[in-house]
């Protein structure tokens, strides 16, 4: 049973921005380590950014400098904010808390 949701995808042109969030009811995200993932066309799933239970943070080569991960403890949610989006950047994200289910994801489309 997933206990979390992602949203906050949608169609951005390149350049643009978009900030994900991942809200639980059911997972105490400061807890554990949560990891925005994302799945482009045909590709695999890869991890793009993580933060531990102790904010500290990492980041796929892809995105460095470009997105940020982040997590308000009061709101039990983490943020993926995304800056510089460019087309390799579109696919579904998803957010998970340790090694749980998969979630729906968030689709992400950077295109003119």
């Known amino acids: 049973q997933v206990q979390f949701v992602e949203s906050g995808g949608g169609l951005v042109q390149p350049g643009g921005s978009l900030r994900l969030s991942c809200a639980s009811s059911?997972?105490?995200?400061?807890?554990?380590?949560v990891g925005w993932y994302r799945q482009a066309p045909g590709k695999q799933r890869e991890l793009v950014a993580l933060?531990?239970?102790?904010?500290?943070?990492n980041y796929a080569d892809s995105v460095k400098g470009r997105f940020t991960i982040s997590r308000d403890n009061a709101k039990n949610t983490v943020y993926l904010q995304m800056t510089s989006l460019n087309p390799e950047d579109t696919g579904v994200y998803y957010c998970r808390p340790g090694a749980s289910s998969w979630g729906r994801g968030t689709q992400v489309t950077v295109s003119s």
């Open positions: 933060i531990t239970s102790s904010g500290s943070t």
């Open positions: 059911g997972i105490i995200f400061r807890l554990h380590v």
